[in-house]
């Protein structure tokens, strides 16, 4: 199941991609692909966060300690919201000086520009359910997370077509589609975690609450994880970087675009 999740995450960029590519275009297509080591990122610090946040799950779950381990979950809920605030005010700001920075062509920066704003305006759907996947893999269900995920997935292509194509909203149509959906698995992940029937996960709305002792200890976990993911999602930030400067999206084809 965590496999199949991975490879799933990596299906609303691609289905973004896709279908811009052939409705809107080439340039669309390519402002979508500029923007996906950005997310990747962003994915992999909040993957990192996520095993942390399942590591000390998984201890107060084995240890039957249903106090600490609500607290742990409620805590893990505000860290995702402070953190997704955070982005909200900070990611729009500086999206086209780092797209600029990145040596992004005039010709994609503006579609670009409004993918990522609009991604970060919806964020915390994004960093939501990986966090809430983390702590249901941390309880041992990691099947869940995954069910959560297909849906998602199938319901992003449905509103990619539905945004892009019967409602002509170009690049910002598949953001939009791609954060819908990402809520609706958190909506979903929320339900399996406060449902009265499974007293093994259940949490209540008190226990979403900061505690710095238990960010300390999600953080010195997770960390690690997010900084060595966020290694080679850089790389690719720097490769993109590359391309960008040596490539005139105008001229590429579709075709093209998907080699590169």
């Not at 992004?104 to 920066?109: H, R, V």
């Not at 449905?158 to 909506?187: C, E, K, N, Y």
């Not at 406060?194 to 953080?219: A, H, Y």
């Amino acid at each position: 199941p965590l496999l199949l999740g991975n490879l799933l995450q990596q299906m609303y960029n691609t289905a973004d991609s896709v279908i811009v590519g052939i409705y809107v275009g080439d340039n669309a297509l390519a402002a979508v692909g500029s923007a996906s080591p950005i997310l990747n990122l962003l994915l992999a610090l909040f993957v990192g966060i996520a095993t942390g946040a399942g590591i000390l799950v998984a201890q107060y779950f084995g240890a039957r300690d249903r106090e600490r381990l609500s607290g742990v979950i409620g805590n893990c809920m505000t860290l995702t919201l402070v953190a997704s605030a955070i982005i909200m005010v900070i990611g729009p700001l500086v999206t086209r000086p780092l797209l600029e920075l990145l040596n992004t062509p005039a010709s994609i920066l503006d579609w670009c520009t409004d993918y990522l704003n609009i991604f970060f305006l919806g964020i915390v759907g994004f960093a939501a359910y990986n966090i809430l996947s983390g702590v249901l893999r941390g309880l041992g269900d990691s099947l869940s997370a995954l069910v959560f995920l297909i849906v998602a997935t199938v319901l992003n292509i449905g509103l990619d077509l539905l945004f892009v194509v019967v409602i002509p909203l170009g690049v910002g149509g598949a953001a939009l589609a791609t954060i819908i959906s990402q809520f609706v698995s958190v909506f979903l992940c929320m339900g399996r975690l406060m449902n009265p029937v499974s007293g093994e996960c259940q949490v209540k709305w008190r226990e979403v609450r900061f505690d710095p002792e238990m960010t300390r200890m999600i953080l010195s976990y997770g960390l690690p994880s997010g900084l060595q993911n966020s290694v080679i999602a850089l790389a690719n930030v720097v490769v993109q970087s590359n391309i960008n400067s040596s490539v005139s999206y105008t001229h590429l084809t579709l075709p093209t675009i998907l080699r590169v």
